[in-house]
């Protein structure tokens, strides 16, 4: 019974593998190396405008108000800095452009393509603008 039952579990252990792997490793993650820099840049941008709405309300006084938004700018002027630097490391900026004339139905935030013009990326969900410009 338990050399059935490890058989069995080693025989599912494998077929897991052999069929999870093919297919998730091409693309697990999309190729954008901005994807994560694009969301904190959303998140400070968020944090911007909850903390000068509470200043507004009269939650922060002066000195944290101005503390935090320093802090903020100097984190987001230092994601910019991060995309840049990236930008120019990998040449990103012409490589994207190509990759639009040559497929006209690729997301322009994760590069992934499809075969057919789509609203929204099947892949980061974001509007694919590229397709219809
Ligand atoms: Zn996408």
Redesign the pocket.
């Known amino acids: 019974m338990i050399i059935v039952l490890t058989s069995i579990i080693a025989i599912v252990v494998i077929v897991f593998i052999l069929g999870v792997r093919p297919k998730d490793l091409p693309a697990p993650e ?1 190729v954008s190396p901005f994807a994560h820099l694009d969301e904190r840049k959303a998140a400070i941008y968020e944090n911007l405008r909850d903390l000068q709405f509470e200043y507004r309300v009269g939650k922060l006084s002066d000195h944290d108000y101005q503390q935090t938004k320093q802090d903020l700018q100097k984190e987001l002027a230092g994601v910019m800095a991060e995309v840049d630097r990236i930008k120019g490391e990998l040449g990103v900026v012409a490589q994207v452009q190509t990759v639009k004339a040559k497929r006209p139905n690729t ?1 322009p ?2 590069q ?1 393509s499809f075969d057919k013009p789509l609203k929204f ?1 099947g ?2 969900g ?1 509007p694919m603008k590229a397709a219809t410009a």
């Open positions: 999309p997301c935030h994760c992934a990326c892949e980061c974001k």
